[in-house]
């Protein structure tokens, strides 16, 4: 199989992976999207064209010979299913002038993770649907939908009392990929700030 990262990262291959399967990944990066490669094919080779990122990946694989990135197997199993279905796992977007629904993007320069995050309220500020979109490693993604099974259900309220430890202790995620599960919170943080200004502008126009 011949797999692109930012496919892969966007989620938007159909392709599903097999353990018996050879991936030929054009574009290693950092190396990390290549370690979970590593985990659902029988074997990776990976191609980086620029020198930097070259020697950042080779200095990665050294570090973690053994497993190259020590990923739960949680992270791992989610990462998976959304690969081979993404809408079954809240891959999407809603309509972001749906007065129900609130938004919410982050991201991180140092390792060019992003997501998008949107709720779906019903009257009583109650989240009844989730939908998000992530570029990034394994963990990103997996936090995504961590996120995703935390906020179905919960109030706005109970959604600000979601952390990105509850997420890290959720998932098992190695000290090196913490920065996944606050992007998480802070996606979370953003889509509730979306809210409350929608909220207000509401209020606004009906005492108008």
């Not at 992007?183 to 943080?189: C, G, K, N, Q």
Request: charged share 25%.
């Amino acid at each position: 199989m011949l797999a692109s990262s930012r496919a892969f990262g966007n989620l938007f291959s159909g392709e599903r992976l097999y353990s018996n399967e050879k991936i030929l990944e054009i574009g290693t990066g950092s190396g990390y999207l290549t370690a979970i490669f590593s985990r659902l094919s029988r074997k990776v080779y990976t191609l980086e064209k620029f020198k930097t990122l070259y020697v950042l990946a080779n200095n990665n694989f050294k570090k973690f010979r053994n497993n190259l990135v020590a990923y739960s197997q949680k992270v791992v199993k989610r990462f998976e299913d959304v690969l081979n279905n993404p809408a079954a796992h809240s891959v999407g977007r809603f309509d972001p002038k749906d007065p129900n629904v609130a938004t919410g993007m982050t991201g991180a320069p140092a390792c060019g993770d992003v997501m998008k995050l949107q709720l779906k309220l019903d009257h009583e500020e109650r989240i009844v649907d989730v939908k998000f979109k992530t570029y990034g490693c394994g963990s990103a993604i997996a936090s995504s939908t961590m996120f995703v099974d935390m906020l179905k259900g919960k109030t706005i309220e109970e959604a600000k009392l979601i952390k990105d430890k509850d997420i890290a202790t959720a998932l098992e995620l190695p000290a090196i990929k913490l920065h996944c599960s606050v992007l998480a919170e802070d996606s979370i943080r953003q889509a509730i700030k979306d809210w409350e200004q929608k909220t207000i502008h509401r209020k606004h126009n009906y005492y108008k």
